[in-house]
């Protein structure tokens, strides 16, 4: 991307989101000390022997939630390393523009010398795990995350299609929908911290399961209603929400379909910055 | 009945449709019909969590329950499909 474009209102737009994250960000850390217990909490000792996951994921992910941003945030890291160190020769930088590009052989898929097994039942099969994410993402509030491992399951589907049908495949991500989609994740994400910032002061605070009562019902309705379940235990029925946790994995899939979808989108077609190569079928910057 | 067992079956239909906009190959009847077969047999073998207990949440009898969002993100990828246009 050209930083040009950052100027104008897309610039002022991004400068003043980045801002309100690091001052939310900060002023949560700062409000945090004193108000946290080392180890395990009241809710954790009280539900976990009964088997309540929906707690353990509550608790855990309050604190793993910006471990797996900075996490997704390698994957990107890691994306242009590999693009600049394995793919050069695709990816033609503005420096290296007067080199002829390094040629590798075409990739050429040829899918009548696939077994019928393969050519027929392999746009099911990625179907088929493209469904498989999308349950695993959706199961967050019945287990521990999700939002990674979805990502990670649609991009391998992405790259089976790949494999089986050559560079027309069946799941035709293009480069403009994973960038959008990689950016929309990356903004959910951050976005899900703003109501707690605004009502509580704590960045990311998990409105609907409101570990620590501090705001009102009404919040509860909002953010932790639409995912509460009621576990009916031989000791009493628990209604149980691990509140924006799903919004928060769903941001996160976005986010990882688009980080690993684009690194095998650049050894596939390699990659172009040119204004005409945004505009070809699905974004591809063939 | 909690809303807890019908918003995931909503967030994969939802997300169904929106990478289901991105499938560009030909899919036939016979095709659809064996996603579909396919796809409640992969629901059944995954089931339903424990914590729901009612048809909304895949539940129906003991032993026999369906992980309703990943019939639901089926569902929605082939209407993605139909939404792109083409066969």
């Known amino acids: 991307m050209d930083p040009s474009e950052l100027r104008g209102k897309r610039g002022i737009l991004a400068a003043v989101a980045l801002l309100i994250i690091f001052v939310g960000m900060m002023s949560s850390l700062v409000k945090l000390s004193g108000n946290v217990n080392p180890g395990i909490s009241q809710v954790y000792n009280i539900l976990a022997f009964l088997v309540a996951p929906n707690s353990l994921s509550t608790w855990l992910y309050d604190w793993r939630g910006f471990d797996t941003l900075l996490e997704t945030g390698v994957i990107y890291v890691g994306a242009v390393v590999s693009v600049l160190v394995i793919g050069r020769g695709m990816v033609r930088m503005r420096c290296r523009q007067g080199e002829p590009p390094v040629q590798s052989p075409p990739l050429e898929y040829k899918t009548e010398s696939l077994t019928v097994i393969l050519k027929y039942f392999g746009l099911p099969t990625a179907m088929l795990l493209v469904s498989y994410g999308i349950l695993v993402v959706t199961g967050v509030s019945t287990s521990g995350g999700g939002g990674f491992q979805c990502g990670v399951i649609v991009a391998s589907a992405y790259l089976l299609t790949t494999i089986f049908y050559g560079k027309k495949n069946p799941i035709n991500f293009g480069k403009r929908f994973l960038v959008g989609i990689g950016s929309a994740g990356w903004a959910g994400y951050a976005l899900c911290g703003l109501p707690g910032f605004l009502t509580t002061g704590y960045w990311q605070y998990n409105l609907g399961a409101d570990l620590w009562n501090l705001v009102a019902p009404i919040y509860h309705t909002i953010f932790g209603d639409p995912f509460r379940l009621s576990l009916a235990l031989q000791e009493g029925v628990f209604n149980s929400t691990p509140g924006i946790i799903p919004l928060l994995n769903i941001g996160e899939a976005f986010n990882v379909i688009g980080a690993i979808g684009l690194i095998f989108f650049a050894f596939i077609y390699g990659w172009s910055d040119s204004p005409a190569d945004q505009d070809t079928e699905g974004g591809k910057g063939e | ?87």
């Open chain 2, 1 to 87: 009945m909690m809303l807890g067992e019908i918003t995931p079956l909503i967030i994969g239909l939802l997300l169904g449709v929106l990478l289901g906009t991105q499938l560009s190959a030909p899919l036939s009847k016979r095709t659809v019909a064996l996603l579909l077969g396919l796809s409640i047999v992969a629901a059944f073998l995954f089931g339903a969590p424990v914590f729901t207990w009612s048809i909304y949440g895949g539940y129906i009898l003991p032993g026999l329950s369906f992980a309703t969002p990943f019939i639901g993100a089926m569902v929605g990828l082939l209407i993605g499909k139909a939404l792109r246009g083409g066969r």
